[in-house]
């Protein structure tokens, strides 16, 4: 009897040791295994384009690349983070990726960032995102030795990826013709795409307002604005392909950019692999094909919408020639206008729009002859 304790009593001890043991080696696995999960927030939907074609994708690669080391938990629609805010969502801890930022809505802290919605002669998707890849990302000296991203990121301790721009914003009317003459060019009320468009819009002597993307459909139909500045590729998620009447293609009222990242905080808090392969995902997709195969489709699907309800596009080749000129000197009087406003208050206005110039000429873009004789 004495012998049968003993047994059972060695067995039991060998038992609880390789328990602990085996919980000892469990730890350590999910150790190694954690999961890590970045809260990301979004002031668009999900159809939203730029989602659609990049960020949902680079998700998507970051997460398989990582084996599921990293996942995301998505918050669409503003429903975390609102348009503009998200500078303050992820400073504030609200979220750990704001995707994408929308720079654009904040000019007092990111008032370099306005240059991509400089208005061009000539340009497209692909133009422009190349360019402003290199204007952000590049080691292009501005001043006092630092780059565009020292002077609207680096210093707010930020870690960014730039995303496609839009497509260009062209004029588009409700109506089914264009101006005849520049007093017909300037007697209309048009939907603002921001402070670039409002200068854009006085030199011309157009009443633009800021009216939000959402209205711009109810915007169109009960005749409150008599067009907008947009892009084509975009008229589909707001309905209002059915409401263009005329669009002057040609020139191009700028392009709208976004980036997206996180605070470096978090950032540094990420292992090496994890970050070397969100590095590699941005850059991969920016510079694929299938990127851009969304806007080419939303391109196409607008512009056959547009067609069947009696939409006429134009090139502004086939305006009236003091519109035409009216519209090329507008765009130089911007251009100025965006450099003397920076300028005064202590930033790289010049240097700046003097590289985006050199950026879309170089990628296959046009700016008007005042503006590449700028020095």
Same mark, same amino acid.
């Given at each position: 009897?004495?012998?049968?304790?003993?047994?059972?009593?060695?067995?039991?001890?060998?038992?609880?040791?390789?328990?602990?043991?085996?919980?000892?080696?469990?730890?350590?696995?999910?150790?190694?295994?954690?999961?890590? *999960?970045?809260?990301?927030?979004?002031?668009?939907?999900?159809?939203?384009?730029?989602?659609?074609?990049?960020?949902?994708?680079?998700?998507?690669?970051?997460?398989?690349? *990582?084996?599921?080391?990293?996942?995301?938990?998505?918050?669409?629609?503003?429903?975390?983070?609102?348009?503009?805010?998200?500078?303050?969502?992820?400073?504030?801890?609200?979220?750990?990726?704001?995707?994408?930022?929308?720079?654009?809505?904040?000019?007092?802290?990111?008032?370099?960032?306005?240059?991509?919605?400089?208005?061009?002669?000539?340009?497209?998707?692909?133009?422009?995102?190349?360019?402003?890849?290199?204007?952000?990302?590049?080691?292009?000296?501005?001043?006092?030795?630092?780059?565009?991203?020292?002077?609207?990121?680096?210093?707010?301790?930020?870690?960014?990826?730039?995303?496609?721009?839009?497509?260009?914003?062209?004029?588009?009317?409700?109506?089914?013709?264009?101006?005849?003459?520049?007093?017909?060019?300037?007697?209309?009320?048009?939907?603002?795409?921001?402070?670039?468009?409002?200068?854009?819009?006085?030199?011309?002597?157009?009443?633009?307002?800021?009216?939000?993307?959402?209205?711009?459909?109810?915007?169109?139909?009960?005749?409150?604005?008599?067009?907008?500045?947009?892009?084509?590729?975009?008229?589909?998620?707001?309905?209002?392909?059915?409401?263009?009447?005329?669009?002057?293609?040609?020139?191009?009222?700028?392009?709208?950019?976004? *980036?997206?990242?996180?605070?470096?905080?978090?950032?540094?808090?990420?292992?090496?692999?994890?970050?070397?392969?969100?590095?590699?995902?941005?850059?991969?997709?920016?510079?694929?094909?299938?990127?851009?195969?969304?806007?080419?489709?939303?391109?196409?699907?607008?512009?056959?919408?547009?067609?069947?309800?009696?939409?006429?596009?134009?090139?502004?080749?086939?305006?009236?020639?003091?519109?035409?000129?009216?519209?090329?000197?507008?765009?130089?009087?911007?251009?100025?206008?965006?450099?003397?406003?920076?300028?005064?208050?202590?930033?790289?206005?010049?240097?700046?729009?003097?590289?985006?110039?050199?950026?879309?000429?170089?990628?296959?873009?046009?700016?008007?002859?005042?503006?590449?004789?700028?020095?």
């Amino acid at each position: 009897m004495f012998k049968q304790r003993v047994k059972f009593a060695f067995l039991l001890i060998s038992l609880i040791a390789l328990l602990v043991a085996c919980n000892s080696n469990s730890t350590s696995n999910v150790s190694e295994e954690e999961v890590i *999960t970045l809260r990301v927030g979004a002031g668009v939907g999900t159809t939203h384009l730029v989602n659609v074609s990049y960020l949902s994708r680079w998700m998507d690669e970051v997460e398989e690349r *990582t084996n599921g080391k990293v996942q995301f938990e998505k918050h669409y629609s503003g429903s975390v983070i609102a348009m503009g805010r998200e500078y303050e969502g992820l400073t504030s801890g609200l979220v750990d990726i704001a995707l994408p930022i929308f720079q654009m809505y904040d000019p007092v802290r990111f008032p370099l960032s306005e240059i991509s919605m400089l208005p061009l002669l000539e340009s497209d998707v692909r133009v422009a995102t190349a360019a402003y890849e290199e204007l952000v990302m590049g080691n292009h000296i501005l001043r006092d030795n630092k780059t565009f991203y020292d002077y609207e990121w680096a210093e707010r301790d930020m870690k960014m990826w730039t995303t496609p721009t839009t497509e260009g914003y062209n004029f588009s009317y409700a109506r089914n013709s264009g101006p005849s003459n520049v007093r017909e060019l300037a007697n209309v009320t048009f939907r603002s795409s921001g402070r670039m468009a409002e200068i854009f819009s006085s030199k011309l002597g157009i009443n633009a307002i800021s009216l939000p993307a959402g209205d711009i459909y109810d915007g169109l139909s009960r005749g409150s604005i008599d067009g907008l500045y947009f892009s084509v590729p975009d008229w589909n998620g707001y309905g209002i392909d059915e409401l263009i009447g005329y669009t002057i293609q040609g020139v191009n009222l700028g392009h709208f950019s976004h *980036t997206f990242g996180m605070t470096n905080e978090t950032w540094n808090s990420l292992p090496e692999d994890v970050q070397e392969v969100m590095d590699e995902v941005a850059v991969e997709l920016l510079h694929a094909d299938e990127t851009y195969a969304v806007y080419d489709e939303r391109l196409e699907k607008s512009l056959q919408t547009n067609e069947a309800h009696g939409g006429i596009m134009a090139d502004i080749s086939e305006q009236p020639i003091e519109v035409q000129e009216a519209i090329n000197q507008a765009i130089v009087e911007t251009w100025i206008e965006w450099i003397d406003a920076n300028e005064k208050n202590g930033l790289p206005g010049k240097e700046t729009a003097l590289l985006w110039r050199d950026l879309v000429i170089k990628y296959g873009g046009d700016v008007p002859d005042a503006i590449k004789e700028m020095e």
